[in-house]
């Protein structure tokens, strides 16, 4: 039985892409072979590559003048990827709104005269900064965010207007609302959240960042390196790529991120209202920087929460549980969540909330 399976990452995907994959697994295209054993220079993943990469920039109307470049490494890579290609003039801003901006920041330090520009940390990352009162400082390489804060549950709605390039880890919410590319010199984002399995990474860079990395990034981080060779520089996540199409695909017959977008408003609508309106449960995030993928809240107790991670599974609403740095629970309803599972969610913290009150 498929279950509601409700992980930040890798999480859910959508049933019609696991299917197309199965059905397809043993004999892809006719080739007698699986694109899990097949040359990455072979004429059909060629032709899987390059249309991953057309679906994503008709998806997320990416203009001509920027590049779209798929690698491996996770998010967590191009954190020091970004410095080693950006860093020129040695001085970068970082807005830290969370556990991976932290460590985007920490990396970036390594490089450079890094700089936390503002930070949510005084109040737990429950929060997103005032982005028109950040004073950035002159005279600097990029202003590195985070647009949804995974484990915190947060979300920029709004994204500060400065002079230099806006570097965006995307990671847990590509995909899922209308962003508009020109405002971002750089967005990356790992996979395993809201396009494909593990092992791919996304990164769209803007062609006036590409060719200028610091003489000391390796090979394999050069933004140029792999834009030169379309990603193919060397062997690439090629079935994650493939996932990848088949989720374009299924996104693009969905209606586009517009279509998406609204779904996920509705989904996250749902859950929230009902945690507002709930005495039983909690979720402590500004109301206006509510993340539209990640929504955490608690119970009234450690016990209790434990509880109802516990009987959730048995009930069929897995990997539910919160981080543990936040503790509790938290729901993560990327695009492939049907409104199905967060209504059967729902259903059942009424229920559990009626016996443990
Ligand atoms: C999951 C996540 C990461 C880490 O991604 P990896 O691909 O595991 O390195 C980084 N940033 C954000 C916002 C994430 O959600």
Redesign the pocket.
């Given at each position: 039985m498929r279950v509601f399976n409700f992980s930040?990452?890798p999480s859910m995907l959508p049933l019609e892409v696991l299917q197309e994959a199965q059905r397809d697994f043993l004999d892809y295209n006719g080739t007698g072979m699986s694109i899990a054993e097949m040359s990455h220079r072979s004429k059909d993943f060629m032709a899987v590559n390059a249309e991953a990469n057309a679906l994503l920039r008709e998806l997320m109307h990416i203009p001509e003048n920027y590049s779209i470049i798929f690698v491996q490494g996770?998010?967590?890579?191009q954190f020091a990827a970004v410095p080693l290609n950006l860093m020129n003039k040695g001085r970068a801003d970082y807005l830290v709104t969370g556990n991976?901006a932290s460590k985007a920041f920490e990396e970036g330090c390594k490089f450079g005269d890094a700089f936390c520009a503002a930070s949510s940390k005084d109040k737990k990352y429950t929060y997103i900064p005032d982005v028109d009162t950040i004073k950035f400082r002159d005279d600097i390489d990029y202003v590195h965010l985070?647009s949804?804060?995974?484990i915190f549950g947060t979300r920029f709605t709004k994204f500060p207007t400065v002079d230099a390039p806006l570097v965006c880890?995307m990671?847990?919410n590509i995909l899922s609302e209308e962003m508009d590319v020109n405002k971002f010199g750089v967005i990356y984002a790992?996979a395993?959240?809201n396009i494909a399995p593990?092992s791919l990474?996304i990164v769209i860079v803007r062609n006036d960042l590409i060719n200028n990395p610091l003489d000391i990034c390796p090979t394999m981080l050069r933004w140029d390196t792999q834009v030169k060779n379309e990603s193919l520089y060397n062997t690439p996540p090629s079935f994650s790529i493939y996932i990848a199409m088949l989720v374009f695909r299924w996104l693009k017959k969905m209606g586009g991120v517009p279509a998406m977008q609204k779904i996920n408003e509705e989904k996250a609508a749902l859950l929230y209202d009902f945690i507002d309106n709930s005495s039983f449960y909690t979720n402590s995030v500004v109301v206006k920087d509510r993340s539209l993928m990640n929504i955490p809240f608690v119970a009234p107790s450690d016990e209790l929460n434990d509880k109802f991670v516990k009987e959730a599974a048995k009930n069929g609403i897995v990997a539910i549980k919160g981080h543990r740095v936040v503790g509790g629970m938290r729901a993560s309803i990327y695009n492939a969540m049907p409104i199905e599972g967060v209504k059967s969610l729902i259903e059942f913290m009424k229920k559990f909330e009626l016996e443990n009150k």
């Open positions: 930040p990452g996770g998010a967590s890579q991976f985070t949804n804060n995974t880890d990671s847990s790992g395993q959240k593990s990474t």
